[in-house]
């Protein structure tokens, strides 16, 4: 079982003062709910209408049963459980999802790894049953890593895991994919001003109530609050991955985070304490912020450029790299 963590949001959306006519022509209309294990916050500027925000959470209890490997009927469960044991066919949202999400594995050469699930499960960090695994338990783990070990059938929209006791997990993926669809939603309902926050993954539609783009702050990494840097956007996403979201320490002081390196086992021990990617498409700068943490700053830099996306980057001795933005 999964404990419910509720996350410091990671992105703060920055409120500037306006004029109070000016604020009066702008409807706001926000719901807050705990969903995807994470705060989810939507707030909607240019519509009363509150049947909209319903159906955008509706969308959220929709796509987890999609895609949440912990919950046992989600069709993600499903082909955890069976896909070793010939070829599963998917809906086509999931194997769309899974195939885009596999190229970016390949490109990334693992930083990124959908393959990762049986790793997530052992360290278990962010569940009641988080622990520090023996070297032992890793080395026989990373053999289940491999994502050349799946198979996607294009024709036949189908995926079979060649190994058993392979896992997909979607979770650096999930809320950048949820994102992205509560944005589609919404604008395809008329809304043409609005923030879709699920637990610091952000997506922003249009422009705020003074006509400019969202003034987004960055969280700062250590636990304090406040944010470190700022980023204009509008139309877009934001999305940060920080070994401070989730983890554990030890007896001796030692922490553990939960963005794991495949080519260790272990959390990962890049230069980076935070990640943030800005792109048109929250399921991508999800998957590039876990992959660009991993990645660390120097090599973080070719993917950045290779995908056309914005980066901010925070190392652990305080140097701040904005890519593109
Ligand atoms: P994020 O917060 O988006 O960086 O995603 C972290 C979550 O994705 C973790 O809680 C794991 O479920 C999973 N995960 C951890 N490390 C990786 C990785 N290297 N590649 C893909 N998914 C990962
Ligand atoms: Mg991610």
């Known amino acids: 079982m999964r404990k419910i963590i509720i996350l410091t949001l990671i992105v703060f ?17 926000d719901r807050t709910e ?48 069976n896909a070793y044991k010939g070829p599963v066919r998917l809906s086509d949202e999931l194997f769309d999802l899974i195939r885009y999400a596999y190229s970016v594995t390949e490109y990334t050469n693992g930083a990124f790894n959908i393959a990762i699930g049986p790793l997530v499960r052992l360290w278990g960090i962010g569940t009641e049953n988080a622990q520090i695994p023996s070297e032992k338990e890793i080395e026989k783990i990373l053999e289940l890593l491999n994502w050349r070990e799946i198979v996607l059938d294009e024709e036949n929209r189908t995926i079979e895991y ?40 952000v997506y922003v539609i249009g422009n ?17 609050s406040g944010y470190f840097t700022t980023v204009q956007v509008s139309d877009g996403s934001v999305v940060t991955s920080g070994g401070y979201e989730r983890n554990f320490t030890d007896s001796s002081g030692n922490l553990y985070h939960h963005i794991l390196d495949c080519r260790t086992g272990f959390p990962s021990s890049s230069d980076l ?30 993917v950045v450029e290779h995908y056309g996306v914005g980066a901010i980057l925070l190392t652990k001795d305080q140097r701040l790299i904005r890519i593109g933005v």
């Open 13 to 29: 959306i920055l409120f500037t003062s306006c004029k109070k006519n000016e604020e009066e022509k702008y409807e706001r209309t």
């Open 162 to 201: 060649l190994r058993p006791g392979m896992v997909i997990d979607l979770g650096a993926v999930g809320k950048g994919y949820v994102a992205d669809k509560i944005a589609s939603y919404l604008k395809s309902r008329g809304c043409t001003a609005a923030i879709i926050n699920l637990g610091g993954n």
């Open 34 to 81: 705990l969903k995807m294990d994470t705060v989810c916050t939507i707030s909607v500027f240019t519509s009363k209408d509150a049947s909209l925000l319903e159906e955008a959470f509706d969308l959220i209890d929709k796509y987890s049963r999609l895609i949440d490997m912990y919950d046992s009927s989600s069709e993600m469960a499903y082909v955890n459980e």
């Open 273 to 302: 304490v935070s990640a943030t990617i800005i792109s048109s498409s929250s399921t991508l700068a999800d998957m590039l912020s876990t992959a660009c943490f991993v990645l660390g700053s120097a090599d973080a830099a070719s």
């Open 208 to 224: 705020n109530r003074e006509g400019k783009p969202w003034n987004i702050g960055i969280q700062n990494p250590d636990g304090s």
